[in-house]
């Protein structure tokens, strides 16, 4: 962030100075969370649905923070310590983020969509990053705090700034798009995710394509020309538009698509490109990030380069050797759509071992959750895995699709939560053996690769470097 004057943010969120002296205080940094609070820092004390910010300014200024931004009368009996007072809090952090986003000459990229906006935003962030001065958003800060905490984090020698903008429900990817005001928007794909929320698939892609809305006519909305709703998605923006899949019908078309047991191989424009990773899922988001880069000037071959370094997120298919197994970490998030790509990914395996899916619940789904989660279960009987665990309320469900594709009961085992079945899945395990972990936020499935971690630390301090099958 660049050094901004307190008394340029107290002007700017309309608020006052408990202590006159802190109009001459200079912030380097936005904080609302007093446990990463650095000196130097303003920290909003933001009211959020579980916890309040008030609580915690003690702590943020003990940790060195200039200033905190308190709602109106919080500050009784606390004269003396370096608050600035507003009306709201939350509606002042907004507005310090919006008038900070227009002092950045960075052209602005959002990117949004109901599966592997991570990916996408991550990949572009690689094809950019070698030849241009930018950032992106860090980890899932993607909502109505952590899109203005990820552009707090841009500077004025920035020429591009990738941010992820998520939502749970109509209007919110709306307000977000306002806060960034983007010049390139993404629509990664509409599938069944917060269905619940949203209530259709119709419905999610009207409030992933308020993305595109708020695009100016020299703006760039570039879509996923194999999604169903690309046409109605392109329909909602009145800027330039680039499909981008692996249909025909695209402006920007891969062809030739190869996994290999070291990555995915594609020919794009004549050119192969080369992507570090496991799952075909991986060519959209280099796709976009091959739109985006053209659009700043990049060649083939400098995006040739550049992506080849592409390194996957934690949670998302990422790629682990621990011990003799390798594990597929996709254990951030799951939807019926990254299901199916987690079922392509290990159809496509070529190791020596077993093919083994460890997955949990797919939740947000809806009065339609008990049907996914059995066509789920057929997608996983024909991706002609060797041993299937599933918990989770709906693992009968997984398990009725299953078997009525023809997996065998006797290579399932089920469970209520993950944690009962760390112990099985460890005891069917062999030397070269592949496990895919995949399930819903809330099922916390990544405990799963804790516990194998653990397990194979614990044996190799006792000089047993090869667990096999117990």
């Given amino acids: 962030m660049d050094h901004v004057s307190l008394n340029q943010i107290i002007q700017v969120i309309q608020g006052a100075p408990v202590l006159s002296d802190l109009i001459a205080a200079e912030i380097e940094g936005i904080s609302i969370d007093s446990r990463t609070t650095v000196p130097g820092d ?3 004390a933001i009211q959020g649905k579980r916890l309040d910010g008030h609580q915690f300014v003690t702590e943020a200024l003990r940790r060195g923070a200039q200033a905190c931004v308190v709602k109106r009368g919080s500050e009784a009996g606390r004269l003396s310590q370096r608050f600035v007072t507003v009306d709201d809090v939350n509606k002042a952090f907004h507005q310090y983020a919006c008038w900070y986003r227009n002092q950045q000459p960075a052209t602005m990229i959002g990117v949004t969509g109901s599966v592997g906006k991570t990916t996408t935003r991550n990949m572009i962030h690689t094809a950019l990053s070698p030849y241009l001065k930018g950032v992106q958003s860090p980890e899932n800060y993607n909502n109505e705090f952590g899109v203005p905490l990820s552009i707090a984090q841009i500077e004025a020698v920035h020429e591009f700034a990738v941010l992820e903008l998520a939502a749970s429900g109509p209007g919110e990817i709306r307000d977000l798009a306002q806060i960034l005001q983007p010049e390139i928007g993404v629509i990664t794909g509409i ?4 269905l619940e929320h ?3 698939l119709t419905q999610t892609a009207d409030a992933k394509a308020e993305l595109f809305e708020q695009l100016s006519a020299q703006g760039l909305a570039v879509v996923n020309g194999d999604d169903r709703f690309a046409e109605s998605l392109v329909s909602k923006t009145s800027a330039r538009t680039l499909k981008v ?11 030739s698509i190869r996994q290999t047991p070291d990555g995915i191989l594609f020919q794009f424009e004549g050119t192969r490109y080369f992507i570090p990773a496991q799952g075909k899922h991986f060519v959209y988001a280099a796709l976009f990030a091959i739109a985006v880069g053209k659009e700043f000037g990049l060649s ?22 621990i011990g003799s ?3 597929i970490d996709d254990s951030y998030n799951a939807s019926p759509v990254s299901m199916g790509a987690a079922c392509q990914v290990l159809k496509d395996w070529s190791g020596p071992g077993k093919r083994i899916l460890v997955m949990g619940d797919m939740l947000e ?14 997608l996983i009987a024909a991706s002609g895995i060797d041993l299937l665990f599933v918990c989770g309320k709906q693992a009968g469900a997984v398990i009725q699709g299953a078997v009525s ?9 089920q469970a209520t939560d993950v944690e009962e079945l760390q112990g099985d899945v460890v005891s069917c395990l062999e030397p070269g053996d592949v496990v895919l972990v995949k399930g819903s936020r809330g099922m916390r499935m990544e405990r799963l690769v804790s516990y194998l971690n653990q397990q194979v630390s614990q044996q190799m301090a006792l000089g047993d470097k090869n667990i096999s099958c117990v």
């Fill in 325 to 327: 197994w390798t594990i």
């Fill in 405 to 413: 594709a023809n997996l065998s009961q006797d290579r399932i085992v």
């Fill in 300 to 321: 083939n071959q400098k995006l040739v380069e550049s992506l080849a370094q592409f390194v996957t997120v934690s949670g998302r298919c990422h790629i682990d050797q």
């Fill in 42 to 44: 303003l920290f909003f």
């Fill in 191 to 194: 599938g069944p995710s917060h």
């Fill in 245 to 255: 899949g692996l249909g025909e019908q695209n402006d920007l078309q891969a062809m």
């Fill in 198 to 200: 949203f209530g259709t």
């Fill in 365 to 378: 789904l809806g009065a339609e959750s008990n049907r996914y989660h059995q066509e789920v279960g057929e």
